[in-house]
């Protein structure tokens, strides 16, 4: 259940926006709207891109802070490819279209020369492969396209999304707003529950806040329950204290709401969210200067922890983020859920990190080249190298020189650099690169994640030699780690106290993965999780260590195995035998010696009288 309860007050002596009957000393909940798109109110009729490379919409921001592109990228608006009809694959260089099925595509080597003085940029392309021919939709906006498809292959535009919605309009609502219509306050089921970031109230015929009825909305928001007249149109004859009482809470979510009232002012901004779940469930926001994020198990509140020491103290489960692990604001969630099913056997409950791509920053430092042997120019000592792991499958790497050193070469814009990347004397890979009208060389070093796995290990670890190949000499550098000493995110799960513990394993948070957490997967989830290395398991706790690279984020699932019995039950085996064997032996040996069994049964008796003379004396 969920209590809505305020009161305000009256009193505004200085007649103050903000007090009073003039100002915020009214209160009213509305949810707040998740979406708004260019042509209504959560609608994207049109597909658009910001100048930061967001769609225009006001996910995220309030609408008109950021220029849009139109027709850039897909939207809610544009309907998925039909699966079912001869054209269900989306077009992978061209979302507005449609292709066939039997599609694919295969990429020609396309050289650019860059423009040089008075002659303008040329790019020359190779001839398709065999079977395949330009695509044609492509070379429409650029002759020059790389792409070629296999002959045979079309597609056609991806449909719009027609103007249908879910969710019917209340007629009676048409009375009081005769102009809207499905297209301007329609909106899908899964955008219903609210945005942080808007400030706009979302239309009743759209809300789910916590499964309430729209009685009980209309309640919230305009105080109809409880209001007897007066001036409402923005709340200023509402009386200060509102009761909604207690209503049961129908619907799982998370459900951002505001106060439309106090938004009415400049310097007002009041919204707030509720998370309902079936699990615990602890969100918050960790940035630069790390901290613990911690969750219990106990029904009762147990007081506000306010240093990291009081919250790993205080909590079952916690997390701690070291400082500097994250460049920027980050919301992290932890949620518990008990193990459901027979796929897998646990000796805690899942834990469950988001996001997926949790992971530690690793800064590496920007490095002067040198040059290897006896040649040098004036030019090495100006060359300098940066590099970053942008995530499992991709290194960005800079190269440039003072005063741009490199634009001052022979020939610079038309001559090609080599850069080599090595872990000792192994060469990782060799790359071909022009300099930039900025002076720099700059690229990306990428592969599939499984090819990626151990560079990118190896240029996290500070091991990674990059090479620059100019005019045959060789200027070179180890490109090494501003911290090496960098810790990564430490968890800690509650375990069920038992004689032999189990080993901590990570699942992925996928739908597989998923589904070995709800139960419904039964078979191969052991061959989808790995072990967690170096976790410490006992005491009832596990604790380990995650987020150290891209090639392993801390996002996933975390759960204890069940420990072993065998060696226990061999134990407590062999103890019984060896009692048994005294036991038997015992007998035999008495029954061929009574007379030192005769011994053996006055010990006891003797012992005792002896003690009792002893205390009698003493006393």
Partial sequence: CVHFQWTGSNTNPHNNDGQGQAGSDRS?????????????RGVQNYGGKGAFGTTWTTKGMEPGMEPWVYNSSPTMYDVQCNATSLYSKVHPYNWQRCAMASCTWRTRFCVTTPANNSI???TTCDACANGYEVDADLAAANPNTPYCRNIGCTSVPRPPNPKTWVAGLDPLLAPYSPSYNASQIGLYDN???????TSHPEHLDNVTFLGFSRELLVNLAILNNLQLGGEMSELNDAGTYFDHG????????????????????????QKAKIVVSEKKQKTDIVGGPGGTIGMSNQETFTGISRTD??????NDYWMNVPVDCLSGATSV???ASPIGGTGLTASSDFLLIAPGNLVCNNPLRTTQLSPLGSRRRDLTQSLWTQLQVLNASAVWYKVWGEDGALLKLPNAANRQFTIQFRDGATV????????????????????????MVNNILTVENGNVWIFLTIDGTQYASQVELVNPQRTGIVVRIPVSVTATYGKVFWLPDTEAGRQCVNGTRVDGCSSIREEVPNAQVGNGEAVFTVGLSQTAPAGGYYYVSEGSNVAMIIGVTVACFVIAVAAVGSAIYFRKHPDKWDTVKLWGPRQYRSLRRSFASHV
């Fill in 246 to 269: 207690a209503h049961v809470v129908s619907k799982m979510g998370t459900f951002f709401y505001m106060c439309t009232r106090n938004n009415n002012f400049s310097n007002r901004d």
């Fill in 28 to 40: 009213n909940v509305a949810q707040t709207e998740y979406i708004r798109g260019e042509g209504g």
């Fill in 191 to 197: 955008l219903r529950n609210g945005h942080f970031a």
């Fill in 309 to 314: 020491k009081e919250k790993q103290a205080n």
């Fill in 120 to 122: 303008p940029a040329t």
């Fill in 428 to 451: 990782l890979t060799t790359l071909q690169n022009y300099v930039d009208s900025s002076g720099a060389l700059t690229g990306i070093w990428s592969g599939t994640p499984e090819a």
């Fill in 333 to 335: 969630t932890m949620a």
